[in-house]
């Protein structure tokens, strides 16, 4: 949602392979010692903030500095923006300043975290060199001023940032202060500049290899599409398009967005400390492109986590953290987050006391290993004056300092504890990018977000189950005693193979609706849903149908539907029907709508209707007991979120109260009080505790 707000969401880049002239860099060379040894007694949780000292006079820094130290911060990013300051004209660096301001860092006993600038363009770069600017899907050309107004595809763009991000890893790369690089900020949006539609062809070209295959995967022979070559096919994001060409629209900007970012990494990586590690930081949900094929070549995932309208809905918050931690199965640092609001929706309502808090707890909750806030203190001018942060326009703590300072030091004291351990769970949901897409592309109901239809498949999975991660369809699914695909619409050959072959194996495999209904080039399998999975379900839908109102379910999951109801039909005899469609006078009545079936020690069950929360909250009871799933705290009040973090020998307990009211929870047996706001056996409203639990990590 920080994006959105803001920006949209997509993104392509090209692959343009001329090369481009290297102007010599005029910096000299760095004069800091080489880093010899890991970061001092590095923390192994971060906790800092965004800092911008090229806004700042040099006098303020120190003073800054103490009163981030005072708040408890162990870390500053830097650099993000800074290009013109680094760069004032082409081809001179000054890098002095920031030579001064991470010296600064350094003595106050910071970690820094250096941002490559490149998500703003220096005005010289952009009146020399027009065509690195951005077109939009309507021929507009961007302009100066804002940020992310050059297109991905400018091969002469990615040489000037390749150069500002290698002068900054050849100085900084082995300072001792410095544990991390973050590339760019925020990556998107597209464009459709002349680079970026060749570069469009050339992706085509390498996908389908001839123009005929494109022709057959898109079914061009529909409205006169047909294309005699690739630079015939037009690029667009949107509009009465081929789903074929709007779903490459996506794996195009997936991989203009990978190499844009590759085109750094690769040139600072040898000049950086191996311990240092790289990174982009991304946003809530993005559909810009794949994020999964995004960090295979990045060292940890990062994101900038805002609750904009100020109002947390805590699970789906957590899914969202639950799906970043995905993208490299790893822990992640928060990159960014609101010090009580934002400034970029119609309302920037603030985070109520104690919810800034829940937020750190409940992202550490979830596998972050660092906590950063964004930002230090609102520059004086800019277009975000109004943006939370920790000082004010004076230059004192606002009333959200203490409770920030809060943060560090549970952090701080936590820290020893959570040391090597990431969060745990038995279940898996699957994140598909390619049935996000193509659901959202062809809704076909107004109402099916297929964000939401994930959130409400995950929402009871998670309060009852107490541990989700959340993957990639091509993850390994052994180690999970359930597998969720929520509407894997899209499913490849492969994909499914690996499913069935988890079945087989003995894993609890739950789809949703519109499963297995198309193929990566969006085309309609030739039998229905879910297509490569129907021999193995032994049901198969018969129809699908928009509701505009609800309809009820009977039988062992009764309840009701809406949105979504699809008609199956079981084709084996040991299929069992466990809800049916009560329609009286409609196509729907007496139908199954949700079926199962047992495969050895394993199972697979179809959930062929959008169910409403509290008939999703049944199914998930039942199927998290089929798959033997227990909740470390059975029982535990819907105010609390629990989470168990565990590795090298421990199991940490982490329970966040986010209501109003304190409240009492029953520890598991030898659970200890390690930290936090546990008194007489309750939890403090809106507090946080945490414990250590006996036995060993699963
Ligand atoms: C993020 C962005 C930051 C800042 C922040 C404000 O999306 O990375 O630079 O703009 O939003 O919420």
């Given at each position: ?630 909740p470390v705290i059975a029982g535990a009040h819907p105010d609390f979120e629990i989470a168990e973090r565990e590795g090298k020998g421990k199991r940490i307990l982490i329970a966040i109260n986010h209501g109003k009211d304190a409240r009492a929870l029953t520890l598991p047996a030898g659970a200890k009080p390690a930290g ?23």
């Amino acid at each position: 949602m920080a994006g959105w707000g803001k920006w949209a969401l997509m993104a392509v880049a090209l692959a343009g392979t001329a090369a481009h002239a290297q102007p010599a860099a005029d910096t000299a060379p760095t004069a800091f010692p080489q880093r010899a040894t890991a970061y001092p007694d590095r923390p192994a949780i971060a906790v800092g903030v965004a800092w911008y000292p090229e806004q700042w006079p040099e006098e303020r820094w120190d003073t800054d500095l103490k009163m981030m130290r005072d708040t408890g911060f162990n870390t500053v990013r830097i650099g993000e923006f800074a290009w013109s300051r680094m760069e004032p004209v082409e081809g001179k660096f000054d890098f002095a300043w920031m030579d001064r301001a991470i010296a600064a860092a350094q003595r106050h006993g910071f970690m820094v975290v250096i941002g490559t600038p490149t998500a703003a363009p220096p005005a010289w770069l952009t009146q020399t060199y027009p065509d690195t600017l951005r077109i939009d899907e309507k021929g507009v050309r961007a302009g100066h001023g804002g940020r992310r107004h050059f297109s991905f595809a400018s091969q002469r763009y990615r040489d000037f940032s390749r150069r500002i991000a290698t002068e900054m890893a050849k100085r900084y790369g082995r300072h001792p202060a410095v544990v991390g690089w973050q590339i760019d900020n925020e990556v998107g949006p597209p464009s459709w500049d002349p680079e970026a539609i060749a570069a469009w062809h050339a992706f085509l070209k390498q996908r389908y290899g001839t123009i005929d295959n494109l022709n057959k995967r898109w079914t061009t022979q529909y409205w006169s599409q047909f294309y005699n070559s690739f630079d015939q096919v037009p690029l667009h994001q949107t509009g009465q398009q081929n789903p074929g060409l709007l779903l490459d629209f996506r794996h195009f900007t997936t991989r203009m967005w990978t190499d844009f970012i590759q085109n750094q990494a690769k040139a600072i990586r040898p000049l950086i400390d191996k311990r240092s590690f790289i990174t982009t930081n991304t946003m809530f949900w993005n559909a810009g492109f794949d994020h999964f094929v995004m960090h295979r070549d990045l060292d940890i995932a990062s994101w900038d986590n805002y609750i904009p309208d100020g109002r947390p809905d805590w699970v789906a918050n957590g899914a969202n953290h639950d799906l970043v931690r995905g993208y490299k199965q790893r822990n992640f640092w928060l990159m960014e987050t609101q010090p009580g609001r934002v400034d970029w929706v119609p309302v920037n309502r603030a985070l109520d006391p104690g919810q800034v808090r829940e937020m750190a707890w409940q992202a550490v909750a979830h596998g972050a290993d660092a906590i950063l806030y964004w930002q230090w203190r609102p520059a004086a001018n800019g277009q975000e004056t109004y943006h939370g942060a920790i000082l004010g326009q004076d230059g004192k703590p606002n009333p959200i300092q203490p409770e920030i300072a809060r943060v560090s030091a549970d952090l701080t004291r936590a820290a020893p504890l959570l040391a090597d351990t990431a969060p745990a769970a038995d279940v898996a949901m699957l994140y598909s990018y390619d049935s996000r897409w193509a659901i959202d592309l062809q809704r076909h109901h107004r109402d099916f977000d297929p964000i939401k239809a994930f959130t409400d498949f995950y929402r009871p999975i998670r309060v009852q189950s107490q541990g989700v991660h959340v993957i990639s369809p091509d993850a390994d699914l052994a180690r999970y005693r359930l597998v969720v695909a929520p509407n894997m619409m899209v499913m490849t050959e492969t994909e499914a193979a690996a499913l069935e072959a988890y079945v087989r194996g003995g894993g609890h495999l739950v789809l949703g609706p519109r499963s297995g209904m198309r193929d990566d080039a969006n085309a309609l399998y030739p039998r229905t849903q879910p297509g490569p999975l129907a021999d193995l379900l032994g049901a198969e839908v018969a129809q699908y149908y928009a509701l505009d109102e609800g309809v009820s379910l009977t039988g062992a999951i009764a309840g009701k539907a809406s949105i979504w109801a699809e008609e199956l039909t079981p084709t084996a005899p040991d299929v069992r029907t466990i809800a049916t469609y009560r329609d009286p006078g409609g196509w729907l009545d007496g139908k199954a709508a949700i079926v199962t079936r047992k495969v050895g020690s394993g199972s697979i069950t179809y959930v062929g209707a959008w169910l409403d929360p509290a008939t999703m909250n049944t199914l998930a009871a039942d199927l998290l007991a089929e798959a033997k799933v227990t909740p470390v705290i059975a029982g535990a009040h819907p105010d609390f979120e629990i989470a168990e973090r565990e590795g090298k020998g421990k199991r940490i307990l982490i329970a966040i109260n986010h209501g109003k009211d304190a409240r009492a929870l029953t520890l598991p047996a030898g659970a200890k009080p390690a930290g936090g706001d546990w008194a007489g056996g309750r939890v403090a409203a809106h507090g946080v505790a945490w414990f250590t639990l006996p036995g060993s990590p699963r």
